[in-house]
T-cell receptor, first 113, second 111 residues
Framework: DVKVTQSSRYLVKRTGEKVFLECVQDMDHENMFWYRQDPGLGLRLIYFSYDVKMKEKGDIPEGYSVSREKKERFSLILESASTNQTSMYLC????????????FGEGSRLTVL | GQNIDQPTEMTATEGAIVQINCTYQTSGFNGLFWYQQHAGEAPTFLSYNVLDGLEEKGRFSSFLSRSKGYSYLLLKELQMKDSASYLCAVRHNTNAGKSTFGDGTTLTVKP
């Protein structure tokens, strides 16, 4: 069974803290994505990666960075968390050459105080 | 750029049929997804349309018209468990095949 695992379901951080959100997939997928989901705004793409060490900005990359050192792991980094980054963060993966169906993790709900 | 529109909320009765529409304007279109998302859970895949026409999968069907930039998701014989958000998403013809999502339609099924 396919699985995308996000390290933390719930996090509470303070403004200015550095935050790491980890995502691991066990399906050998080339492509991985980070979205945030906010009420009334849907899912918005932050960053994505189509190969190890490769990354591309999505629609809302400001305030975020990512790391893809291994194929199975894609990390989202908030260098200095701000209250407007309070959100649900969803990681997803998909193989190259297929329909592009996204397999999502359970999500990480981040609250920045 | 891309613009994806779908209704914010819909309400229907158990056993009925409901159609959720999605219109899009986008460059580099490769196909259109529908996902279902129950409250507090991750989205799950329902359908993917690349060519014009209707794709049927059990109680759920999805339709695409590429020339009109239009899709719909049809849910038949509604059940209470179909209460969820339904997300329309456009797949782009890029390296990673990234997807852009609409804001989602929250469907409430009433007895």
């Amino acid at each position: 069974d396919v699985k995308v695992t996000q390290s933390s379901r719930y996090l509470v951080k303070r403004t200015g803290e550095k935050v790491f959100l980890e995502c691991v997939q066990d399906m050998d997928h080339e492509n991985m994505f980070w979205y945030r989901q906010d009420p009334g705004l849907g899912l918005r793409l932050i960053y994505f990666s189509y190969d190890v060490k490769m990354k591309e900005k999505g629609d809302i990359p400001e305030g975020y960075s990512v790391s893809r050192e291994k194929k199975e792991r894609f990390s989202l980094i908030l260098e200095s968390a701000s209250t407007n980054q309070t959100s649900m963060y969803l990681c997803a993966s998909t193989p190259t050459g297929d329909t592009g169906e996204l397999f999502f993790g359970e999500g990480s709900r981040l609250t920045v105080l | 750029g891309q613009n994806i529109d779908q209704p914010t909320e819909m309400t229907a009765t158990e056993g009925a049929i409901v159609q959720i529409n999605c219109t899009y304007q986008t460059s580099g279109f490769n196909g259109l997804f529908w996902y279902q998302q129950h409250a507090g859970e991750a989205p799950t895949f329902l359908s993917y349309n690349v060519l014009d026409g209707l794709e049927e999968k059990g109680r759920f069907s999805s339709f695409l018209s590429r020339s009109k930039g239009y899709s719909y998701l049809l849910l038949k014989e509604l059940q209470m468990k179909d209460s969820a958000s339904y997300l329309c998403a456009v797949r782009h013809n890029t390296n990673a095949g990234k997807s852009t999502f609409g804001d989602g339609t929250t469907l409430t099924v009433k007895p």
